[in-house]
C-alpha cells in the first residue's frame, strides 16, 4: 500500500497489478517491490498506449468496463487490484469463481462482489471493513492508497494476524501465510501461461 500511494502521489498508475508483479527484493526479506509497468501510465498522459487493459481478475470495472478510448484512468484503480490479491491472501482463492477466461472476464466486468459467505463471516471485522472499502466498485466511494494505510486495521495488525491465520488454515488446510506461488496459478486463462490482455484496444 505504500507503493501505491506513492505512485498516486505521482499520478502513475499500475494497471496490472497481481501476483506475479509484486516480488520480495531479497529472499530472506518481507521488503516487497511493485515491478512490470509494462501498462503503467502516468493518468494525466494526453494519450494513453493502452487504454482497456490488465489481467482478468485483477482489473478495476472501470477500466475493464471502459467503452470510449479516450476515457483516463485514476490510481485508485490499483487499490481494487491490491483487494483482490488482499482477499486471495486471507483465504487462498480469487473473489471471481469463474474457472475459465471468459468467466472471469464477465465476473470481472459485472463485478458483482459477494462478501456475505459464511467465509467472508468468520472475518475481523477491521479486515472486512478494509477489504470492502478495497473493493468497492464506484471508484469515487473507494478507499484510497494513503486512506488504506490509515485505516484501524493497520494499527491492530498483530491482534488481527492471529484470526486471519486460523481462518486461512480452516478454509485451505495449508499453513499460513499463503504461498506466493500458489496464487500466481490463478485461473486468468484456463489451461495457459499468464498473459497481459488489452481487450483489443491499443490506442
Known amino acids: 500500500m505504500r507503493g501505491l500511494s506513492h505512485l498516486a502521489n505521482h499520478r502513475i498508475i499500475h494497471r496490472d497489478l497481481k501476483p506475479e508483479n509484486i516480488m520480495f527484493r531479497k529472499g530472506d526479506s518481507c521488503d516487497l517491490a511493485i515491478c512490470d509497468f509494462g501498462l503503467a501510465t502516468y493518468a494525466d498522459e494526453e ?70 459467505k459464511s467465509m467472508h463471516q468468520k472475518l475481523n471485522p477491521l479486515v472486512m471493513d478494509l477489504l ?47 504461498n506466493l506461488k500458489n496464487v500466481q496459478e490463478t485461473p486468468t486463462v484456463s489451461s495457459k501461461k499468464p498473459e497481459v490482455y488489452t481487450f483489443g484496444s491499443r490506442k
Open 132 to 178: 470492502a472499502k478495497m473493493l468497492e466498485k464506484d471508484p469515487r466511494k473507494r478507499i484510497s492508497a494513503e486512506g488504506a494505510l490509515n485505516h484501524p486495521y493497520f494499527n491492530n495488525e498483530m491482534d488481527i494476524e492471529k484470526d486471519e491465520k486460523k481462518i486461512f488454515q480452516e478454509l485451505t488446510n495449508t499453513s499460513y501465510p499463503y
Open 47 to 116: 494519450k494513453y498506449l493502452f487504454v482497456r487493459c490488465g489481467t482478468p481478475g485483477f482489473v478495476a470495472p472501470e477500466i475493464i468496463n471502459i467503452r470510449d478510448m479516450s476515457t483516463k484512468s485514476e490510481p485508485i484503480s490499483d487499490v481494487f487490484s491490491a483487494g483482490i490479491i488482499f482477499h486471495y491472501l486471507i483465504f487462498g482463492c480469487s473473489i471471481f469463481e469463474g474457472k475459465k477466461y471468459n468467466e472471469i472476464l464477465n465476473q470481472n466486468r459485472a463485478c458483482d462482489i459477494n462478501l456475505g
